[in-house]
């Protein structure tokens, strides 16, 4: 059973562009939910993360954008660059155990 | 500050084999995490390690897959006998401790091809 629904499978942007990946959880006792990028070869490393009490959280080029009510949550990368070309997993928890989606592989073109 | 570190890094065994992997946390962290990361798929996870104790097993297939963490730091995950649908990449993680408000480092994986 997939605990947390991402989509797309795969993304392709300009560079300049705006990558965006989508989210969807079901558990409401989820309270945390980490991005995690993955380069080839690679194990995932901890992008940006979020709690429920706020709706948004910035951190240089990447954005999370979080619908409590809609059991949503989004990432958004501004200006992507091709060194941005990975692949992005969004999780969720509660106490303990990560829940990963399927991941979006991210290209971005020069 | 040194990495997760895990080895081999590939292996190539028979379906009915055994096999082993083996990983060395980050240094004074308390917790580890086993997953397993289908191709195409996100991390699953098999074991957490709250120093040499199991806090969560609950999706090991434990007629095949058997984790240890002894002395509360390296820790091994074997598969007897393998099925050619363990093929995956199997990864470790460390935190300081367990909870959401720890982040959870990644080593590089192991490949395990099983035919």
């Known amino acids: 059973q997939q605990q947390v629904k991402q989509s797309p499978q795969s993304l392709i942007v300009q560079k300049g562009g705006i990558s965006i990946i989508n989210c969807a959880y079901e558990?409401?006792?989820?309270?945390?939910f980490p991005w995690y990028q993955q380069f080839p070869g690679k194990g995932p490393a901890l992008l940006i993360a979020?709690?429920?009490?706020?709706s948004e959280k910035k951190e240089g080029r990447f954005t999370i954008s979080f619908n409590k009510s809609a059991k949503q949550f989004s990432l958004h990368i501004m200006d992507s660059q091709p060194g941005d070309s990975a692949t992005y997993f969004c999780a969720a928890t509660g106490e303990y155990a990560l829940n990963f989606g399927k991941g979006t592989s991210l290209l971005v073109t020069p | 500050e040194a990495g997760v570190a895990q080895s081999p890094r590939y292996k190539i065994i028979e379906k009915r084999q055994s096999v082993a992997f083996w990983c060395n946390p980050i240094?004074?962290?308390?917790?580890l995490y086993w997953y397993q990361q289908i191709l195409g798929q996100g991390p699953k996870l098999l074991i957490q390690f709250q120093n040499n104790g199991v806090v969560d097993d609950s999706q090991l297939p434990k007629d095949r897959f058997s984790a240890e963490r002894l002395k509360g730091v390296d820790s091994t995950l074997k598969i007897q006998p393998a099925k050619l649908e363990d093929s995956a990449v199997y990864l470790c993680?460390?935190?300081?401790?367990?909870?959401?408000?720890?982040?959870?480092?990644f080593g590089p994986g192991t490949r395990l091809t099983v035919t």
């Open positions: 558990n409401t006792a989820f309270d945390y």
């Open positions: 240094s004074g962290h308390a917790t």
């Open positions: 979020i709690r429920p009490d706020v």
């Open positions: 993680a460390s935190s300081l401790a367990s909870g959401r408000a720890y982040e959870q480092y």
